[in-house]
């Protein structure tokens, strides 16, 4: 595991980790970041980054924004072969950043999405993304490119366990496997 740090949209360093080997997969955290404030829940992701890195690279990422991902994938060398997930809030920044960069992200995952509402665009969301329950089957729907998990929620005692899975086989299908390009 290798803790970095990237210059962010507006100049101010933003903190990462990496680990695994293989093609990226940038993960975003569900409670954002505040100036002056650390609210990264990012550790409640390395459960089902662990599960991932035999064949991904995962970058956990204290990204706020859209801008703040693709700076990150540009600080990386990612183009388009790179995959951009969250839960929560990041599962939205997640869904911003695959719109506005397709260049970058090649598909999307969204775990636990709150209700977008009007903060995304959704038809402008072109690449392959992933809905996992627990967000709204409406979303995985009005995603042109949408594909809703299938996976049972209940009784599982560790997320992961039951994500993973199904998360590896649409990274699998939609990115391609080289050797990951990842700089720092």
């Not at 997969?25 to 890195?53: K, W």
């Not at 693709?70 to 790179?82: R, S």
């Not at 729907?141 to 997320?159: F, M, W, Y």
Request: aromatic share 4%; hydrophobic share 45%.
């Amino acid at each position: 595991m290798d803790t970095f740090s990237y210059p962010a949209s507006d100049g101010r360093l933003l903190r990462a980790t990496r680990l695994g080997t293989g093609p990226a997969v940038v993960l975003l955290h569900a409670s954002g970041s505040c100036e002056g404030h650390d609210h990264s829940d990012s550790g409640r992701l390395l459960p089902l980054a662990r599960r991932l890195t035999d064949s991904y690279t995962v970058i956990l990422s204290e990204a706020r924004d859209a801008d703040d991902a693709a700076a990150l994938a540009g600080h990386l060398g990612l183009a388009g072969n790179a995959a951009v997930g969250g839960t929560g809030l990041g599962a939205v920044i997640a869904l911003r950043a695959a719109a506005g960069h397709p260049e970058l992200f090649g598909a999307a995952v969204v775990i636990d999405a709150p209700d977008v509402g009007t903060d995304v665009d959704l038809a402008t969301v072109s690449v392959p993304t992933l809905v996992v329950p627990g967000s709204a089957e409406e979303l995985a729907r009005a995603l042109p490119q949408g594909k809703l998990a299938n996976l049972s929620l209940c009784g599982e005692e560790d997320p992961a366990q039951w994500m993973a899975p199904a998360i590896w086989a649409f990274l699998t299908t939609h990115l391609t496997r080289r050797p990951a390009r990842v700089l720092v």
